[in-house]
C-alpha cells in the first residue's frame, strides 16, 4: 500500500515541447518501416514519456517521490497483440476503445518512487 500523500500535494510535469517532437519524429519513423504496425505500440510510449517525468511536490515546493510507470515491452506486445486481433475482428471498431484501455494499464502501472 502506497504511504499517504502529504495536504496539498500535487504533480509537477516537466516533459517538454522538444521531447514531444522528437518522440513524434522517433514513432514516425518506427511507424513507416513497420507499415503501420508500431502504431499498435506507440500509445503506450506517448502517454509513458510525460509520466515518467513527474514529480509529485508537496505543498511547500519540495519534490517528495517521482512517477514511474511499471510495464515492459512483453506486457505491452502481449497486450497491443490481442488489440490488433479484436481491430482486424471489429473491422477498426476496437481501436475507439483501445486508447482507454492503454491509459488504464499505464495508470495501473505506475509506482511512485520516493525522492
Known amino acids: 500500500m502506497l504511504p499517504a500523500l502529504p495536504p496539498g500535494s500535487r504533480l509537477s510535469c516537466s516533459f517538454s515541447v522538444t521531447e514531444g517532437i522528437g ?12 507499415l503501420g504496425l508500431a502504431l499498435f505500440v ?12 513527474t514529480a509529485v511536490v508537496d ?3 519540495r519534490v517528495v517521490g517521482r512517477l514511474q510507470v511499471d510495464v515492459n515491452l512483453a506486457e505491452i506486445l502481449g497486450h497491443a497483440v490481442i488489440w490488433v486481433l479484436l481491430t482486424i475482428v ?8 483501445y486508447q482507454f484501455s492503454v491509459i488504464k494499464r499505464l495508470l495501473n502501472a505506475v509506482v511512485m518512487e520516493p525522492v
Not at 518522440?23 to 513497420?34: C, D, P, Q, S, Y
Not at 471489429?90 to 481501436?95: C, F, I, R, S
Open 23 to 34: 518522440h513524434v519524429i522517433i514513432w514516425v519513423l518506427l511507424v513507416v518501416v513497420t
Open 42 to 53: 506507440a500509445p503506450y510510449y506517448f502517454l509513458k514519456a510525460p509520466i515518467n517525468k
Open 59 to 61: 505543498a511547500s515546493g
Open 90 to 97: 471489429t473491422l477498426g471498431l476496437a481501436l475507439i476503445l
